[in-house]
């Protein structure tokens, strides 16, 4: 199976953009062909730690294409496993319901003005990096449809690990965190954010960006 990598970036601190803002970031990365459509929204219980392609809520979204108005909740863990780790060293606990999904990408603009952004946590579920895109196929090496994106608007701050091997033991930086883009790969022949992603990021999130990664 290889080792994964959920890789975030995010402003230098826990503020959340306005929801105008926000949208734009998600256009954005469509328009400029960071990310490929389809697009899922959710809102509910959010946790910006999860695995991204094991187990979460956004990968739900992704990978089960489930109809709008689905509540989806994070896969039960066996009574046998500990769960006393916080994410990522430990499972994570989420509930969140699909408001809306689509493949044009202004759709999620009404979406997101209907969602009770600030009041719960909000994420927007892109299906996969754009490898059309050769700045995104030099730094990520090659195509891989499994390369999810979700970008984060949550209701209060959390803390991401900016460097941290969740088989391992918890520990070390963290990162509080209430908007962030959280990507997932398994090969790249860059250190850092992918520099595509990075450009249309700073737009929201201002120069001085904070970033950081999970991995096992």
């Avoid at 970036?9 to 459509?37: N, W, Y």
């Avoid at 603009?109 to 600030?118: E, F, I, K, N, T």
């Avoid at 195509?143 to 391992?168: I, K, N, W, Y």
Wanted: aromatic share 8%; charged share 20%.
């Amino acid at each position: 199976m290889g080792i994964w990598t959920d890789a975030f970036i995010a402003p230098p601190k826990p503020v959340l953009p306005r929801p105008e803002a926000f949208g734009s970031l998600a256009v954005e990365l469509a328009r400029e062909r960071v990310v490929r459509t389809p697009w899922a929204l959710l809102a509910g219980k959010l946790c910006v730690n999860a695995g991204l392609n094991w187990g979460s809520v956004s990968g739900q979204a992704r990978w089960d294409r489930p109809p709008v108005g689905t509540l989806l909740r994070t896969e039960e863990y066996p009574a046998a496993v500990p769960d006393d780790d916080p994410p990522p060293w430990g499972p994570s606990h989420e509930e969140a319901r699909l408001l809306a999904s689509g493949d044009a990408i202004l759709d999620v603009l009404p979406a997101l003005r209907a969602a009770p952004y600030g009041a719960e946590d909000i994420a927007v579920v892109f299906d996969r990096m754009d490898f059309g895109n050769r700045a995104v196929r030099n730094h990520l090496w090659f195509e891989d449809d499994r390369t999810m994106l979700v970008c984060f608007a949550l209701a209060r701050p959390q803390h991401r690990p900016l460097s941290a091997d969740h088989c391992g033991s918890p520990g070390g930086p963290t990162h509080p965190v209430r908007t962030c883009v959280v990507h997932t790969f398994k090969h790249s022949m860059e250190e850092g954010p992918v520099p595509a992603l990075a450009s249309v990021a700073s737009r929201c999130f201002g120069p001085d960006m904070i970033s950081g990664e999970t991995w096992g």
